[in-house]
């Protein structure tokens, strides 16, 4: 059984040193892996490996490295056998799935997870909101600005952290009235870690602060060379446009902060039918398709979710 030890923080750059090779899926950020759900981690013939418990879901993300994989993928899958659990492999792209196919041919049955693929768009875009396209996104930060017309864009610092503290904590409490039955849990839970200790995770953010009330906040983390990843975002429901408004105001930092910088991925939409819609109106550069298998013989022979 491969020995899986809890994400330890203190070894960020050696984490870092393989999940470089992860390229821009969100599922490879570091503060993704410290923030959500369970993550064990092991370096297994000179690859990084996760074992991934969040959401009622077990699996092995893809792993990482260089050299012969097949060793390690083989390992995956004694590990899942002795423990008495299917064996899935999460973030796989189209070469990955070609891979697993060629090393295992006819061994696992591939699906295509359309609610984890990352929405990645021009920094540009986002920052500039140009064009017609935009018509609607621009409208929204006008009738912003309008009603808050001494709002400012503040970095994230320990001097207005309990602030965005605070307005977390209410806008929480406020769903969990509004909707009991909602799922928002898992988020709480990651978004809590975060604010935590924004700064232990090297996350950067940014707050609109009017007077010394939040009415929304982003946070983020350096995903490659020239890729963002958005990981939080909230606004006060009743600060009409301000997400556009933040949306914004975060892709012009970055950009003005990292001019190598040419993307934002802000993840994906979990299958939310208001989520999709959202991202998919600020017009993606393109969508990081994602796949993960499962090997036959843990099949049905149906095409299932993960367990």
Request: proline share 6%.
């Given at each position: 059984m491969i020995d899986f030890k809890k994400l330890d923080v203190s070894r960020r750059e050696e984490y870092q040193s393989y999940l470089r090779f992860g390229g821009r899926m969100c599922e490879y950020s570091f503060v993704n892996l410290a923030l959500w759900g369970?993550?064990?981690?092991?370096v297994v013939d000179g690859f990084l490996t996760i074992f991934s418990q969040a959401n009622r879901r077990t699996l092995y993300l893809y792993p990482l490295g260089q050299g012969e994989i097949k060793?390690?993928?083989?390992?995956?899958?004694?590990?899942?056998?002795?423990?008495?659990?299917?064996?899935?492999?999460?973030?796989?792209?189209?070469?990955?799935?070609?891979?697993?196919?060629?090393?295992?041919?006819?061994k696992f049955r591939f699906h295509r997870d359309r609610d984890s693929f990352d929405y990645v768009y021009n920094i540009d875009d986002l920052a500039d909101l140009k064009g017609r396209k935009f018509q609607r996104k621009r409208n929204l930060l006008?009738?912003?600005?309008?009603?808050?017309?001494?709002?400012?864009?503040?970095?994230?610092?320990?001097?207005?952290?309990?602030?965005?503290?605070?307005?977390?904590?209410?806008w929480y409490r406020k769903k969990h009235l509004d909707n009991p039955m909602g799922d928002f849990h898992l988020e709480e839970v990651a978004m809590?870690?975060?604010?935590?200790?924004?700064?232990?995770?090297?996350?950067?953010?940014?707050?609109?602060?009017?007077?010394?009330?939040?009415?929304?906040?982003?946070?983020?983390s350096r995903l490659t060379e020239d890729t963002f990843d958005i990981h939080f975002e909230k606004a006060k429901d009743s600060a009409y446009g301000a997400y556009p408004a933040i949306n914004r105001a975060f892709a012009s930092y970055l950009r003005d902060k990292y001019p190598q910088l040419r993307y934002l991925n802000r993840e994906d939409d979990l299958g939310l039918e208001g989520l999709r819609d959202a991202k998919l109106s600020y017009y993606p550069a393109f969508l990081l398709e994602k796949y993960w298998a499962q090997l036959e013989e843990d099949t049905d022979g149906t095409e299932t979710p993960l367990p």
């Open positions: 369970q993550q064990r981690a092991a060793p390690v993928l083989d390992a995956i899958i004694a590990d899942a056998r002795q423990r008495g659990i299917s064996c899935c492999i999460a973030n796989l792209d189209a070469d990955r799935c070609a891979l697993l196919e060629k090393l295992y041919p006819g006008h009738r912003f600005e309008d009603a808050y017309p001494h709002c400012q864009a503040e970095t994230i610092t320990p001097g207005n952290l309990p602030a965005v503290q605070d307005m977390v904590y209410q809590m870690r975060a604010l935590k200790d924004p700064a232990a995770l090297e996350l950067e953010g940014l707050a609109l602060m009017d007077g010394g009330e939040v009415l929304a906040f982003t946070f983020g």
